[in-house]
Structures are given as structure tokens and as C-alpha cells.
């Protein structure tokens, strides 16, 4: 498909630069398959779902992955995104031209790599020296990775290191976070519960390569970034058993649903999974494995955007984006949200 199909106007206004607070007072946009949309915040969550449902979350915790250096004189920006090794991580540079594989980086606070082959993602390897974990180097030296049109726009300051991490985080390894799941306190969780609707959890780390713009003119010649992920073999038991009594599974956030899908035979039947995924999700796909989504507002031409149109039809989706945006709604990571349900 041409990817302009998938292209809007977005004001910048409509551009969330802090998270809301609480974070459950965000606004909710219901998009059903057939009928109205309806307006809603994120606290009205438990009336809007059934007993026996089930909400899956990412616990993926970010790290914080972003590294400003030296090589020579040059000054070069690191963002990982993709554990190789113990020590060794794939990073998009800035000032990429400026090093050469052999190179030392220096990121300061005694954090040193040295600089590796490009890959085909168009990144570059990077082994860090010295016998600390990689996690403790860049409690000292890295910054949280928050995405590009927020960094754009202010710096990163200490509240993002809580801001910019979900309530379920638990295993370090992403370098952006599950947003959708940003919006979730305890007492949400509490109220859910009580609903009857049951929770679920699986790792997906993601990628930095989930901000890289889509820069082919059709969909069949983008290339997805690898990411991994983990759906151990009692969790799989879980939601098979819970979709065969009835309940839905509704994935919160794409990343959740990515995984899904992508440990779901066609069959319907989702099984263990501990690998990396490359799956793109464009209209025409049969979804296998969920039921609905709950999911941030995402940017225009952008595999999410894609992804939800398959979900619920590109028609759709242009119109619930519409109404978002002339009543307000804010927009991308630290925004408000929606649930699909087709």
C-alpha cells in the first residue's frame, strides 16, 4: 500500500510534552468496530471492559540508553537500541561519518566503547570497555531516550526518569517505553480487578527503531527493526485458556500486541515464545490472537498508524484521529489514549 494513505495533519499543539497527572485522568477514546465513538478517560477503563477479559502488558523497563561522547574532537550522539552481548548493544550514531569501526568513544563518567561495523539497519556495534555491567555504565553516563518530538522541543530532566516508565516495568532492556501502559495506577488496577477483568504480562524490549520514520513510498519496501521478546509457557496456558472461555484479549499497547501475534499460530493458538520479532502489521493482515488494543495517538505514516488501521480500518482510523484532534485530544508517547475494539 502507498504509504501516503496513512498520512494526516497533526497540529503541534496536540503534542503531549508531559505526562497527565494522575496518570489515569487521560482522556480515552472508544472506537468500536460499528456505532459512535465515545469520549472517556482512562479511569472509566473497568466499565468499558467484561469479566473475563484480559489485559496484556509489556514489562519492559527502559534503560536509559542515550550517550553523548567524544571521538577525538567530534562530538557523537549514541542511542541504543538492540543487546547483542553482555557488552555489546547496537546504537544508531549521530555523527556517524565521523567514526570509523576501530574507533574509542568516549561518553565520560569512565564510560568508554569502541566502535564496531555498521549493520544492515544502518546502526553501529558498540563494545564497552571495563568489567561493569552495561546497565550500571549508563546509570552514570546515560540519559532516558525519550522520542525526537518531545527531546525537540525541552530537554530531558530527572522527572522523566519516572515519567517515562510504566508501573509494571520489571525487566531491564528497552530504550522506549510501552506508553499505552503509562496511564495505569494502582488503584486502576485495583478498580479492574474488581471488575473482573483479569491482567497478564510479557517482555517485548523495544527498539529505537520504533521512532524511525517510514521513508519508502510503499509499504511492501519498508524493512522493520528486530526486536525481542518472551511469552513464557504458563502465561501462553493463561490466555489461551481465558480466550476459549470467552474473554477477550486486548493488548495494551502495540508492542503487547506485536508479540502476540507474533506467538500466535494460525491456529489462533499462541505459544512460548523467546525471540526476535520483525513483524509489520499492515491492513490486509488476519489478526490471530487479540481482540482489541488499547493505544496511544501515533504519528502520521508511521507503522503504528498502520498497524491500528489494520485493526480497525484505515477509513476508521482517519476519522477517530479526526475528532481526536479537532476536540483536543494530545498526542504521541506522553498523551492520551484510546481502546479499539473491532
Not at 477503563?45 to 577525538?72: M, Y
Not at 568508554?112 to 555491567?133: K, M, N, Q, S, Y
Not at 489462533?268 to 502489521?281: C, M, N, Y
Amino acid at each position: 500500500m502507498r504509504v501516503d494513505l496513512f498520512d494526516f495533519d497533526l497540529p503541534q499543539d496536540n503534542i503531549a510534552l508531559r505526562p497527565a497527572s494522575p496518570r489515569d485522568s487521560a482522556r480515552l477514546l472508544l472506537v468500536p468496530g460499528d456505532g459512535a465513538m465515545q469520549d472517556h478517560i482512562v479511569r472509566n477503563l473497568p466499565s468499558l471492559l467484561r469479566s473475563g477479559d484480559v489485559l496484556v502488558f509489556n514489562d519492559t523497563k527502559v534503560i536509559p540508553a542515550q550517550l553523548e561522547g567524544k571521538r577525538g574532537e567530534a562530538r557523537i550522539g549514541a542511542t541504543l537500541h538492540r543487546r547483542l552481548g553482555l557488552r555489546q548493544w547496537q546504537a544508531f550514531l549521530r555523527n556517524a561519518r565521523r567514526v570509523r569501526a576501530g574507533d574509542r568513544i568516549d561518553f565520560g563518567a569512565g564510560v568508554t566503547a569502541i566502535a564496531g561495523p555498521r549493520d544492515e539497519d544502518g546502526g553501529v556495534t558498540l563494545d564497552f570497555e571495563g568489567e561493569e555491567p552495561v546497565e550500571i555504565l549508563l546509570e552514570r553516563a546515560g540519559r532516558m531516550p525519550l522520542p525526537p518530538y518531545i527531546a525537540s522541543k525541552r530537554p530531558t530532566d530527572e522527572r522523566d526518569r519516572s515519567d517515562y516508565q510504566t508501573m509494571f516495568a520489571r525487566e531491564d532492556g528497552a530504550v522506549a517505553a510501552p506508553t499505552a501502559a503509562l496511564h495505569f495506577t494502582p488503584a486502576l488496577m485495583t478498580a479492574i480487578a474488581q471488575a473482573g477483568v483479569l491482567t497478564e504480562t510479557l517482555t517485548l524490549h523495544v527498539g529505537a527503531g520504533t521512532f524511525l520514520p517510514v521513508k519508502a513510498d510503499d509499504t511492501d519496501d519498508h524493512r522493520m527493526h528486530a526486536e525481542w521478546g518472551r511469552i513464557d509457557a504458563a502465561t501462553a496456558e493463561r490466555l489461551n485458556a481465558a480466550r476459549a472461555a470467552g474473554g477477550r484479549l486486548i493488548a495494551v499497547g502495540t508492542t503487547s500486541l506485536r508479540l502476540l501475534e507474533s506467538a500466535c499460530g494460525e491456529d489462533g493458538v499462541i505459544r512460548p515464545f523467546a525471540d526476535e520479532t520483525r513483524i509489520f502489521i499492515t491492513p490486509g493482515y488476519r489478526f490471530r490472537a487479540v481482540d482489541g488494543l488499547m493505544t496511544n495517538f501515533h504519528l502520521p505514516k508511521s507503522t503504528l498508524f498502520m498497524l491500528v488501521s489494520a485493526l480497525m480500518g484505515r477509513e476508521r482510523m482517519q476519522s477517530a484521529y479526526a475528532h481526536a484532534i479537532a476536540t483536543g485530544y494530545r498526542f504521541y508517547s506522553y498523551g492520551d489514549s484510546s481502546l479499539l475494539l473491532p
